[in-house]
């Protein structure tokens, strides 16, 4: 099964640290948003979308990203590093509507966030994503294939 995740990871670098431990133990291929716009994903046969959560949504360049590129009929899956423990993948929905995407999953971890008010306090979630988190990642998304 040929995979990728396309992924955005700005702030703490919590997303990039996830997904690498998938591409560490798993046979799929990254693509940062950040740098690259467009990409021909026809070929895969998995797609995610990661991202870290910025006031309740998807990055906004991951959102771009899917609205662009995602081809019709696909599977597809998220992974969010949020502080809060909560499924936030309904903010991809618009980027995902009329492309017949099937969503075989969703994982969501906690990640290390200093935004906004957090700053004053330190941030929460801090160490996160640690080892288990990783663990369960990979673990996720093995479960996929």
Known sequence: MKAVIAYASTHHGNTKKVVEAIAKECDVELVDVTQVREKNLSDYDLIGFASGIYAAQFHQQVKNFAQVNLPQGKKIFYIMTSAMDKDFSKSMEPSISG??????????????????????????SKGHPDETDLKNAVEFFKGLQ
């Not at 017949?100 to 700053?119: D, I, L, M, Q, R």
């Open 99 to 124: 492309k017949n995407a099937e969503v075989v999953g969703k994982f969501s971890c906690h990640g290390y966030n200093t935004f906004g008010p957090f700053k004053l306090v330190g941030g929460t």
